[in-house]
Nanobody, 126 residues
Framework: VQLVESGGGMVQPGGSLRLSCAGS????????MGWFRQAPGKEREFVGF?????????DYAESVKGRFTISRDNAKNTVYLLMNMLKPEDTAVYYC???????????????????WGQGTQVTVSP
């Protein structure tokens, strides 16, 4: 099983980035996918998820609602995190993760997830 994030980098405040996470070695379309982030000196925090149910329900942390959008392409085994209107406080290592559950409350908790990527750095700085 492998999850590989890409697309991180440095961007100015107000800018945008799109992260990708490619999965392999498991039935991608049957897994909900989450994004988490961890800033230096802080605990890992929930960013958002997209579940595997028909209609692909999404939900986001309050801090990113209206700015971040998660989507998935099951044909490519890839989930995306589009980040707009980035702020310096969005600076963190971003991780994608996969979970068999489709339950929304559970998907906000990191221990729900079965597989994790290695992370990609996002830095928002003038």
């Amino acid at each position: 099983v492998q999850l590989v994030e890409s697309g991180g980098g440095m961007v100015q405040p107000g800018g945008s980035l799109r992260l990708s996470c490619a999965g392999s070695g498991f039935a991608f379309s049957s897994y909900s996918m989450g994004w988490f982030r961890q800033a230096p000196g802080k605990e890992r925090e929930f960013v958002g998820f997209i579940n595997w149910w028909t209609g692909a329900i999404t939900d986001y942390a309050e801090s990113v609602k209206g700015r971040f959008t998660i989507s998935r392409d099951n044909a490519k085994n890839t989930v995306y995190l589009l980040m707009n209107m980035l702020k310096p406080e969005d600076t963190a290592v971003y991780y994608c993760a996969a979970s068999k559950t489709g339950a929304s409350l559970a998907l906000k908790v990191s221990r729900t997830y079965d597989y994790w990527g290695q992370g990609t750095q996002v830095t928002v700085s003038p």
